[in-house]
């Protein structure tokens, strides 16, 4: 095996390193030489703007992609919920690993009563909010940003009555209080509880390396989603959910997609379960019926209310 050492690009907060050092330990295994070169995001840097304020899709990747293109780092490892559906050319997908726990989960301090009542919940993803506002139209959204130490500290420090996380990523760093409920209703992000390995498209040694990290399984449910997700959106940010699952037993793909408008009060949902030799539309199509039922019209409106 040759002896290039391949040097692994992540975010520097607790949860980036975690999956950094998951991907370098598998790479390890497979006899790879590897090192982590932590970089800082505008995401990580900028606190005090929500996400889509910000006008950039993939404030998180942007940094690792910058640092690959300029022959700093060879791979970026990401939460994939976090990529872009379209990634800068010469940077290709390379593995995408098995997925965790694909749900979102509500980090209460003890007391549900406001949820009989009026309460007020802190995320920064507008899926969830709209979401939330769906399910509890007298509740209160605020707008809670930073990494997910950051905001399990800012849930602490404040008098909300509870804030939306994904599972997986408090999971994978031993932050899941005792407190949660799990948010079953809830439609998750394309690609929740899956990471991403994304490396330059001439780079054959370290394609060759990454791949080996591959789960068919997960790659195909994130690709519905993220072809999905795309269609629909088309550049902007969104609430929109979508989750594929794969039946071994029917051997068939199920799918259930939603879009909502910002405050929660409009709701397009979608599910259809196809067979295993027709998964390659089957996000694409989802999109588009929603797109023909409503979606087109509520996604204007999303994306004139952002511009404001």
């Known amino acids: 095996?040759?002896?290039?050492?391949?040097?692994?690009?992540?975010?520097d907060s607790e949860l980036a390193l975690w999956q950094a050092h998951t991907v370098q330990k598998k790479l390890n295994d497979l006899g790879y030489k590897t090192e982590i070169i932590a970089v800082k995001s505008e995401g990580d840097i900028i606190l005090d703007k929500p996400l889509y304020e910000l006008g950039i899709t993939g404030i998180f990747t942007k940094t690792l992609d910058i640092a690959m293109i300029n022959g700093q780092v060879d791979i970026a490892v990401h939460s994939m919920k976090d990529v872009p559906t379209a990634l800068p050319i010469g940077i290709?997908?390379?593995?995408?690993?098995?997925?965790?726990?694909?749900l979102d989960i509500l980090v209460h301090k003890g007391n549900l009563d406001f949820l009989e009542t009026s309460g007020t919940i802190a995320t920064g993803s507008l899926r969830r909010q709209a979401m939330w506002l769906n399910k509890y139209p007298n509740h209160t959204v605020v707008d809670l940003r930073g990494n997910v130490n950051t905001r399990m500290q800012k849930l602490k420090d404040n008098d909300w009555n509870g804030a939306v996380f994904a599972a997986a990523g408090l999971e994978r760093i031993n932050l899941k209080p005792t407190d949660f409920i799990d948010l079953d209703w809830m439609i998750p992000a394309p690609a929740q509880g899956a990471m991403v390995v994304v490396a330059m498209a001439n780079d054959s040694f370290v394609l060759d390396a990454v791949s080996q990290l591959n789960d068919v399984e997960t790659e195909v449910c994130t690709h519905i989603e993220r072809q999905f997700l795309k269609i629909l959106e088309g550049g902007c940010t969104a609430p929109i959910g979508a989750l594929a699952t794969y039946s071994?037993?029917?051997d068939t793909f199920t799918f259930k997609g939603i879009l909502l408008s910002i405050d929660g009060k409009q709701k397009l949902e979608i599910e259809k379960t196809v067979d295993v030799s027709e998964w390659k539309k089957l996000g694409f199509n989802c999109a588009k019926e929603i797109l023909d039922n409503g979606g087109a019209e509520l996604m204007a409106t999303i994306k004139a209310t952002l511009k404001k």
Do not use: P
């Open 92 to 102: 290709v997908q390379s593995a995408v690993l098995e997925r965790a726990n694909t």
């Open 248 to 250: 071994e037993v029917e």
């Open 1 to 11: 095996m040759a002896e290039k050492t391949i040097r692994i690009g992540t975010r």
